[in-house]
């Protein structure tokens, strides 16, 4: 069972990494998957991506429902917006179009009511 989580944790964590260029894949949930799968398959790997310089603060605060900051939340809103603007103006299908509309409208809907940090 370690091995089957360990290999899942390493799925989820590509897929999370993937999910930073790509505004259709999330990001977050891939991320806190790999932690449950590592805290529960490697200590090893579960401290490493909490000590993670790029993730592992970000990890923390959301895992203990504290937030994010405001500038997370920016780069993330930018970051979104951008590249899924980028995503209609690159496609030609009126469905994908209005599939990535509904996309940008519910994950910005997300990251703008997630509780915001402001004593960072």
């Known amino acids: 069972m370690k091995h089957l989580l360990l290999l899942l944790g390493f799925i989820s964590l590509i897929l999370g990494a993937v999910g930073i260029f790509l505004p259709v894949l999330p990001t977050t949930p891939f991320l806190l998957l790999s932690v449950f799968c ?3 398959s490697s200590e090893k790997f ?11 603060q970000y990890i923390k605060d959301y895992r203990e429902k504290k937030g ?3 500038k997370n939340k920016i780069i993330a809103l930018t970051t979104l917006l951008v590249s899924i603007s980028f995503s209609i103006y690159k496609v030609n299908n009126l469905h994908l179009k209005i599939f990535l509309i509904f996309v940008l409208i519910g994950v910005s809907t997300h990251i703008i009511k997630i509780k915001t940090i402001t004593n960072k």
């Open 68 to 70: 994010i900051t405001w």
């Open 38 to 40: 590592f805290e529960r």
């Open 46 to 56: 579960h401290r490493l991506l909490l000590e993670n310089k790029i993730f592992g």
